[in-house]
C-alpha cells in the first residue's frame, strides 16, 4: 500500500533550526510536496522536489532522496508564527496526491 | 484578489440530514478537489473534478455527493448515508491536467459537526 510517514509533534526554540522528516512509499514517485497549515486553516504551498538535492526558499529549504524515499524540511531562524502542521505529501504514478498525517511544530520562546 | 472561498465556515447539522458545503474559485483553474481532514490523519480525497460535467471518486466518496455544473464551482453534499461525518471539510483546486504536477491551492475549511 501507499504510505506517508512524518513525526506527529515537534518541539523547538524561537531563532532555533529544526528538520521535519518523511519518509515516503508510493506506486511510483512524481515529486513530494510539503505544506503549512496553521490550525483550523488552510494548508498553504511551501515547496516542491523531484530531483534529488536540496531547495532553499529563504528560511525554508526541502530535501529529497528519491533512492531512500525520504525527505525533509529544515526550517532556519524559527519564529513563533511558524508554530503551525507541516503536512508532507507524494505525488503517486497516477499524478494523486497520497497526504502525511502532518507534524505539528511547536515553537518556544 | 484571486481565491477559493467556501461557506460557511462552521456548520451544524442533525444526525440524518443532508448538508451541502459550497466552494467558489476564481483562479480560473480547471481542477478542483474535496478532501476530508480528521485529527491525527493526513488528507483523504473525497471527489475530484478535472473539467466540467466531469468528476470521479476518490478513497472516500461514500455517502457523499458532488456536481460541477460551472468551472468556479463544486459543491459537496454530505448525505444521510455518510456514517461519521463530523470533520474539517477542505476544498482545493488547481491548473488542470492529468499526469502534470500542478499546485494546489486551499479553501479556508468548512468544519462539519454532526449534533
Known amino acids: 500500500g501507499q504510505n506517508i510517514d512524518q513525526p506527529t509533534e515537534m518541539t523547538a526554540t524561537e531563532g532555533a533550526i529544526v528538520q521535519i522528516n518523511c519518509t515516503y512509499q508510493?506506486?511510483?514517485?512524481?515529486?513530494l510536496f510539503w505544506y503549512q497549515q496553521h490550525a483550523g486553516e488552510a494548508p498553504t504551498f511551501l515547496s516542491y522536489n523531484v530531483l534529488d538535492g536540496l531547495e532553499e526558499k529563504g528560511r525554508f529549504s526541502s530535501f529529497l532522496s528519491r533512492s531512500k524515499g525520504y525527505s525533509y524540511l529544515l526550517l532556519k531562524e524559527l519564529q513563533m508564527k511558524d508554530s503551525a502542521s507541516y503536512l508532507c505529501?507524494?505525488?503517486?504514478?497516477?499524478?494523486?496526491?497520497?497526504w502525511g498525517a502532518g507534524t505539528k511544530l511547536i515553537i518556544k520562546p | 484578489d484571486g481565491g477559493i472561498t467556501q461557506s460557511p465556515k462552521y456548520l451544524f447539522r442533525k444526525e440524518g440530514q443532508n448538508v451541502t458545503l459550497s466552494c467558489e474559485q476564481n483562479l480560473n483553474h480547471d481542477a478542483m478537489y474535496w478532501y476530508r481532514q480528521d485529527p491525527g490523519q493526513g488528507l483523504r480525497l473525497i471527489y475530484y473534478s478535472q473539467i466540467v460535467n466531469d468528476f470521479q471518486k476518490g478513497d472516500i466518496a461514500e455517502g457523499y455527493s458532488v456536481s460541477r455544473e460551472k468551472k468556479e464551482s463544486f459543491p459537496l453534499t454530505v448525505t444521510s448515508a455518510q456514517k461519521n461525518p463530523t470533520a474539517f471539510y477542505l476544498c482545493?483546486?488547481?491548473?488542470?491536467?492529468?499526469?502534470?504536477?500542478?499546485?494546489?491551492?486551499f479553501g479556508p475549511g468548512t468544519r462539519l459537526t454532526v449534533l
Open positions: 482545493a483546486s488547481s491548473y488542470a491536467g492529468q499526469r502534470t504536477v500542478n499546485e494546489q491551492f
Open positions: 505529501a507524494a505525488l503517486d504514478s497516477n499524478y494523486q496526491l497520497i
Open positions: 508510493t506506486s511510483g514517485f512524481n515529486g
